[in-house]
C-alpha cells in the first residue's frame, strides 16, 4: 500500500495546496503543527526513510530525517505519548534501535537513544524527563530500564523492572503517574500497572504495583489507542470466550473496571 498525503485545514475545511505521493504508515506533527512527519519505502516496499515536511512548501524541499539502508531494518514513527518527542523506531527480527527529535524543535537533527548491538531489541516510552526502555539485554523475558533523556546512551540506563524467568514483559504504556506493562505467565496474557514517581534526582522511582486482577480466568485483552498521559485511567479491550469483544476503562488507583462498550 502507499498513500497520498494530503492536509486540510480543519478551521476552514479546505484541503492545502500540500501533496505529497507515495507515503506509508506513520504520520506525525511537530508541536507547532508547522511541519508534518512521515515515512517511504524503498523498491521492495520497505519502510527506510521519515522525512520532515514544512507546510506551504512543495513536496521536493522535504528533508529526509532518518534513512535506514540496511534491508534488513524497517523504520517506524511514532509520537511519545506525552507529546513532547517524536520517537524513530529502526528495528529488525531480532535487533533494534530508536532515535529521537523534540517536537518543539522540529528542525533540530534526530539524537541517538543508544546504539543498535547485534540480538539487542529496545524499545522507549516517554515520562517526565526519563526515557523508559523495555530491553532484552541480559535479559531473555526482557525488563525495564531508565535513563535521562538528555543522557539516553545505555551507559547510563538503571534498572526499573528487573528480569523475571517466569514473566515475559510483552510492552509497557507510561503515564504521568504510572506505567502498565502488558505480559506473560503461564501462558496467560496478564497486565501488572506500577505507580510511578520522581526519586530524589528525578528518575521514575516504583512507589506501589499490582496484578491487575480480571473477571474471568481465561480471557484474552489488548491496550486501546491511550493517548492521554496525564490521566489514571487505562482503556483496553477484553474478550473470552464466553464474553464478546468490550472495552473497559481501568482505573489504575482505584483498580477497577468501567464499561464503555460492548
Sequence with gaps: ESFDLHIKDLATGVLLSDRIPNTYYGIEWSANSQYVFYTTFDAAHRADKAWRHRLGDPAGLDAVVVHEPDDRFNVELEQARNGRYLIFNLGSNTTSEAWFVDAAAPTAAPRLVAPRRPQREYTVEVWEDWFLIR???????????????????????????????????????????????????????????????????????????????????????RLARNAVYATPTLTLVYMSLTTPATVYGYEMDARRFDLIKR
Excluded: C, K
Design 135 to 221: 530491553t532484552n539485554a541480559e535479559a531473555s523475558n526482557f525488563r525495564i530500564m531508565a535513563a535521562p533523556i538528555a543522557t539516553p546512551g545505555d551507559v547510563h540506563w538503571r534498572e526499573l523492572v528487573p528480569h523475571s524467568p517466569d514473566r515475559l514483559i510483552g510492552g509497557m504504556a507510561a503515564f504521568a503517574g504510572h506505567l502498565a506493562l502488558t505480559t506473560y505467565e503461564g501462558g496467560l496474557a496478564t497486565l501488572h500497572i506500577l505507580r510511578l514517581a520522581p526519586g530524589p534526582d528525578g528518575a521514575p522511582t516504583v512507589i506501589d504495583q499490582h496484578a491487575v486482577q480480571f473477571p474471568e480466568p481465561v480471557y484474552t485483552y
